[in-house]
T-cell receptor, first 113, second 119 residues
Framework: GNSVTQMEGPVTLSEEAFLTINCTYT??????LFWYVQYPGEGLQLLLK?????DKGSNKGFEATYRKETTSFHLEKGSVQVSDSAVYFC????????????FGKGITLSVRP | DTGVSQNPRHKITKRGQNVTFRCDPI?????LYWYRQTLGQGPEFLTY????????KSRLLSDRFSAERPKGSFSTLEIQRTEQGDSAMYLCASSLVPLAGSRSYNEQFFGPGTRLTVL
């Protein structure tokens, strides 16, 4: 089956620190990969995506590269801000009829001033 | 359009009672998904509709759960004879249908969720 594994959290960083959140996956087909973010009190939002190997998704200073050889999609940001404090979910969707998402457990990021 | 809306936002009920949640998707979206999220976990797929047809149900969706989308617009999720294990956040998402034969992905837009607490 399909599954997503995220590193254990929570993560606490100081403002302007470098961020890496690890994500690995297993999939029965050829997946598209996503990072979703949930800010306090808000719904899930798509942060970035990559649909094929070696693609790099990027948005709001965050980046993630689809690594087929290591089945990974790690999220990085060079300099985090307090406003980046949120829960981050890695997810996949295998191309096919339903496009349902399979999520990891999520990780809480807290950025202190 | 203000995005996907869900009602109620919170529901507290006693074990054994029935509850119903509503989801209003983005108006032009023909796909609608239901997910369930328990504390400390990511969302898990429950079921999805394309227009009014329910095309897939997860094994997580026991016989006590039923979902409808009668006119291909809003959807309802009903839980009968609720149990404490049903306590969770129920999320709705909507999207357009990807082009046939393509590997494209149409973004799923999520609502704020309905938090169910079963006492």
């Amino acid at each position: 089956g399909n599954s997503v594994t995220q590193m254990e959290g929570p993560v606490t960083l100081s403002e302007e620190a470098f961020l890496t959140i690890n994500c690995t996956y297993t999939a029965t087909g050829y997946p598209s990969l996503f990072w979703y973010v949930q800010y306090p009190g808000e719904g899930l939002q798509l942060l970035l995506k990559a649909t094929k190997a070696d693609d790099k998704g990027s948005n709001k200073g965050f980046e993630a590269t689809y690594r087929k050889e290591t089945t990974s999609f790690h999220l990085e940001k060079g300099s985090v801000q307090v406003s980046d404090s949120a829960v981050y979910f890695c997810a996949l969707s295998v191309s096919g009829a339903n496009s349902k998402l399979t999520f990891g457990k999520g990780i809480t990021l807290s950025v202190r001033p | 359009d203000t995005g996907v809306s869900q009602n109620p936002r919170h529901k507290i009920t006693k074990r054994g009672q029935n509850v119903t949640f509503r989801c209003d998707p983005i108006s032009e979206h023909n796909r609608l998904y239901w997910y369930r999220q328990t504390l400390g976990q990511g969302p898990e797929f429950l079921t999805y509709f394309q227009n009014e047809a329910q095309l897939e149900k997860s094994r997580l969706l026991s016989d006590r759960f039923s979902a409808e989308r009668p006119k291909g617009s809003f959807s309802t999720l009903e839980i009968q004879r609720t149990e404490q294990g049903d306590s969770a956040m129920y999320l709705c998402a909507s999207s357009l249908v990807p082009l046939a034969g393509s590997r494209s992905y149409n973004e799923q837009f999520f609502g704020p969720g309905t938090r169910l607490t079963v006492l």
